[in-house]
T-cell receptor, first 115, second 113 residues
Framework: AQSVTQLGSHVSVSEGALVLLRCNYS??????LFWYVQYPNQGLQLLLK??????LVKGINGFEAEFKKSETSFHLTKPSAHMSDAAEYFC?????????????FGAGTILRVKS | ETGVTQSPTHLIKTRGQQVTLRCSSQ?????VSWYQQALGQGPQFIFQ???????GRGNFPPRFSGLQFPNYSSELNVNALELDDSALYLC????????????FGEGSWLTVV
């Protein structure tokens, strides 16, 4: 069975500082990995995804993530935090793109950005 | 703008009642799934429909059921509501030939009292 672990339910950074949100997954087969962002009282917005190919994936709003198979990780980073980045972030995995919507989500990390 | 519209946005029901939540997807999105997101948790997969047939289900009881229609709309029905059914219900859809691009609606907030 697949699972996702997001280390740290809350992360706080200063504006302009590096953002690092951690995600580790377990999967018996090569996974497809996603990061979503959820702003208060809204649905999920896709930040980036890894399917195949280049392991460093760039997404929207300056975020990127690197797939490291040896570490079973897919950490999300952004060089410089902005106040508008404050939201909840979810890492998700699926192994079966034939039924592509069966995502397994982590519990989420709330990012706070201090001015 | 994801092109996935859900209704209603908020509703309150009494324990034991039934509820129907609706989702409208973009044209051509013939794969739709529903997720339950309880407060403070990540979304949990309920089930998926492809071309109007259920083709995958998560760990949810049969009182959670769904329908998908030819016009790319779908429904989630929950019978015999329980207090623990209070959650945000998210609809997600994708094109058949781009299954790794999944679009989520903004969700329906259900409160069971």
């Amino acid at each position: 069975a697949q699972s996702v672990t997001q280390l740290g339910s809350h992360v706080s950074v200063s504006e302009g500082a590096l953002v690092l949100l951690r995600c580790n997954y377990s999967s018996s087969v090569p996974p497809y990995l996603f990061w979503y962002v959820q702003y208060p009282n809204q649905g999920l917005q896709l930040l980036l995804k890894y399917t195949t190919g280049a392991t460093l994936v760039k997404g929207i709003n300056g975020f990127e993530a690197e797939f490291k198979k040896s570490e079973t990780s897919f950490h999300l980073t952004k060089p410089s935090a902005h106040m508008s980045d404050a939201a909840e972030y979810f890492c998700a995995v699926t192994k079966d793109m034939e039924y592509g919507n069966k995502l397994v989500f982590g519990a989420g990390t709330i990012l706070r950005v201090k001015s | 703008e994801t092109g996935v519209t859900q209704s209603p946005t908020h509703l309150i029901k009494t324990r034991g009642q039934q509820v129907t939540l609706r989702c409208s997807s973009q044209s051509g999105h013939n794969t739709v799934s529903w997720y339950q997101q309880a407060l403070g948790q990540g979304p949990q997969f309920i089930f998926q429909y492809y071309r109007e047939e259920e083709n995958g289900r998560g760990n949810f009881p049969p009182r959670f059921s769904g329908l998908q229609f030819p016009n790319y709309s779908s429904e989630l029905n929950v019978n015999a509501l329980e207090l623990d059914d209070s959650a945000l219900y998210l609809c997600a859809s994708s094109l058949e030939d781009r299954l790794n691009t999944i679009y989520f609606g903004e969700g329906s907030w259900l409160t069971v009292v």
